[in-house]
């Protein structure tokens, strides 16, 4: 989804770690110019797209090699002082926060893409490389990287935080998609983690181990990515429906017949509401799925006509097709502007956002109880979903200058994590843990497989200075 | 592939950890007759399809269920024993023998399939339940499981190897299709490592850490698979070559032109020689492809007519089509029975068998110098490969009572690997390290990748009780 602002809070026990004069003075002599201390630098490296705040890193260190990281982790292990791994700073979850104190290493001058192998259908890339530059530096091969969260967030933190998006209910998510990884470790040393085959059992499984490890492992300089052929054909429909119920049901059809849809997004009234005061699109002021086929011309033909016939079973209106790519282009700009026209509806209000995802079979369990808390709450909200995943979230629009509404939204969040985590769902689906969830990972995987994870950190980061005070605390 | 024997051989250090009485005492004071030290039992689970051969572990637990592995885990680490799982024995590389001592843990009265979702596409299973088994009780539901390997083998022993097949070129491996498992640590703690959300960024990934881990970090005892909708068409062929190299080549093109093509098998001249003698098919003797293409009828027509395109530019001839069950089953008897037919075509002899995989621009390079040193070594050997994903199988044919002939088939393999590896290919593309590739491990990840594994694994089983001895030395 759309990276959203909101209210900010501190957080409850901050315990920063000193940060010596001495390894400030070893950062400088090594890195020069390319270490700052400056607080406007410092600063804009001590938020993200969170709600906390906490006193921003002692320095911030431009690495543009991977040796340059190694020298920054050596440094900082030596002293024994946190390290926090940064892109463009679009975490919902505050991951980039200095919670406990450190330097930032920021990755965005390391932005290439190192190798292009469209034979195999890999790419190479340093870790500042955006989604986006991706896409647009092998757009010349025919072929296209799908993952695509709401922000342009750098393929680093896109792997530090398994991220995914709308195309995820074809292609998967970074989980699925990272080949191999190179990482410098909590000591400063370098591994790779994989090769460019396919598959492989050569032992533990150290990249899915990387991905979505948040940072607290080691740092990610180089990832190795699958990349896909650009579709021979490409359609895109969206579809109003009576209720949420019927377009949520359509979907779950569509999905259990295997149909290969490679987006299905859902925008509730609330949110068409809000984009058409927004953009002046005139559309039906009801739920509306917007979808995606890829494949052949007559695989798409095939799929379209398929999910037609099923949404119109569930009471499916006002269906518009697009082939080119402007029309289709015109059909996402209800989605596309979706965060925006959400936080214009209530001037000056910031938003939070829930990211829950559940078996598709409990999509509407989920879904409609929650709406139904929500709506009887009288908190505004928008609300859009990868509902082919079972992943959807909330946006409540808060008024930042009442503790109250953070309250209420804060208690339907508490209710929505518990209801999905009672239909075999996760807390988190794409977003991560980061400091927001903690409470929420235990009671979903229970304390003894978080205590395996902290058991891990500790072994392999043994002076916890890797993004210390995330995802579980040590 | 199909499991072969081979040539038996010591491990060159073995040193059993010694088995104490009142250890013995203990588990047939706890499980009764479902704890044997038979020494037939105990032989029986003392080796498995490799080459390798050990002293038998010193006693059996027959667990059915996981609190009978929980009990017997912890009273192998209160003495600190070694503790191997067993299910049907198919190892290809010695992940089963009792190289440092213990006691096995025989998980195949652990065969429930305990729920079947089928709105969801997954199924929750006991370790000892078998691929064929699986989709014998799925059958009803429309439903299927895609994952292959040669032999019939448990759930959980593909879980623990990474194990795939001939369909992961379209539904991925074990890595792929494992959405979460419930696990006996080395402390006898059970913990579960997922949910049944499709996808979740939730904290560390321990689910693939445990997909591939060889039974060193614990015991799997529950294991939630992604299930697939039988394809509406499906459709198999057979095209014969005039060299490997012109059926190599269809195989990349299709695989880069996005064909989603569901298997694509070769079988060089060789085998076909052989399947010819043993099953009488008639075959032209050249390197043949065997494909089958999964969709709705339509796509299946396109994706083939694609394919015998592409085939017909590099020479492909002969193509038979086959679209009944009954006409598929005959066109696969030729891969089916292809390790068979290998035995058969020189008597007394056992096969070793490669599994490097590579990055599918690589394959021809790979494979075609690997076939000229086999050739012109004078062993004996078939060629079958699952090659949509880069991965093959060389089974050298080998007289047990000449060491000579292993020591020739040794080489060559070790020359394969070092191939693979120069490619940026794997040593294992589905076999697993095992005892026999430790050396092959360090070669591909780098010592420093071999290590972080060495922390992982002491850091969750400080006593190396789970599996020792295997993919790696500590």
């Not at 429909?237 to 377009?247: E, G, K, L, V």
């Not at 987006?263 to 002021?285: P, S």
Request: one cysteine or more; glycine letters at 8%.
């Amino acid at each position: 989804m759309n990276a959203p602002t909101s209210t900010p809070h501190l957080m409850p026990e901050i315990q920063p770690r000193e940060v010596p004069a001495a390894l400030l003075e070893a950062l400088k002599a090594r890195f020069g110019a390319n270490c700052s201390t400056a607080l406007a630098v410092r600063e804009q490296h001590g938020r993200d797209e969170s709600s906390f705040q906490a006193p921003p890193p002692a320095a911030v260190v431009f690495a543009e090699s991977t040796q340059d990281v190694a020298d920054a982790v050596k440094l900082a292990a030596q002293w024994e002082v946190p390290v926090i791994p940064f892109g463009v700073g679009s975490s919902l979850e505050g991951h980039l926060l200095a919670v406990q104190g450190g330097i930032s290493i920021d990755l965005m001058r390391m932005n290439k893409v190192l190798s292009i192998n469209a034979d195999d259908l890999t790419v190479t890339v340093q870790p500042g490389v955006t989604r986006k530059q991706l896409n647009e530096e092998i757009k010349s091969t025919g072929l296209f990287f799908p993952i695509d969260p709401g922000a342009d967030a750098t393929l680093g933190g896109m792997s530090a935080t398994r991220a995914s998006g709308t195309n995820a209910v074809r292609y998967g998510t970074m989980r699925e998609n990272v080949l191999a990884l190179e990482v410098v470790t909590a000591s400063g040393e370098l591994i790779r983690t994989g090769t460019r085959a396919k598959k492989s059992s050569a032992g533990y499984d150290l990249t899915r181990l990387f991905v979505g490890s948040e940072g607290t492992l080691g740092v990610i300089t180089e990832i190795t990515l699958r990349i896909y052929p650009l579709p021979e054909a490409i359609s895109a429909a969206i579809c109003s429906f009576p209720s949420i119920a019927a377009a949520v049901h359509t979907v779950i059809q569509t999905i259990q017949l295997g149909v290969p849809i490679a987006r299905v997004e859902l925008i509730d009234q609330n949110t068409v509401r809000m984009v058409n005061a927004y953009a002046k699109l005139g559309l039906r002021e009801e739920p509306m799925l917007l979808m995606e086929f890829h494949g052949s011309p007559s695989g798409v033909k095939e799929q379209a006509e398929t999910v037609q016939e099923i949404a119109s079973e569930h009471g499916g209106k006002a269906f518009e097709w697009a082939t080119t790519p402007e029309e289709r282009t015109r059909l996402w700009t209800a989605r596309h502007n979706a965060y925006f026209a959400a936080i214009q509806s209530r001037p000056g209000c910031r938003a939070i956002s829930t990211d829950t995802c559940v078996p598709i079979s409990r999509l509407a369990d989920c879904l409609l109880a929650s709406v139904a808390e929500a709506d009887a709450s009288g908190i505004p909200y928008f609300l859009v979903g990868h509902v082919g995943d079972g992943n959807f979230h909330f946006g409540y629009l808060l008024n930042p200058d009442d503790p109250k509404e953070r309250e209420v939204a804060e208690a339907l969040n508490h209710k929505l994590v518990a209801r999905a985590l009672s239909l075999e769902g996760t807390c988190t689906g794409e977003h991560g843990v980061g400091l927001h969830k903690m409470d929420f990972l235990v009671s979903e995987t229970g304390a003894g497989a978080v205590d395996m994870m902290r058991t891990i950190k500790r072994a392999l980061d043994p002076k916890n200075i890797m993004n210390p005070g995330k995802i579980f605390e040590l």
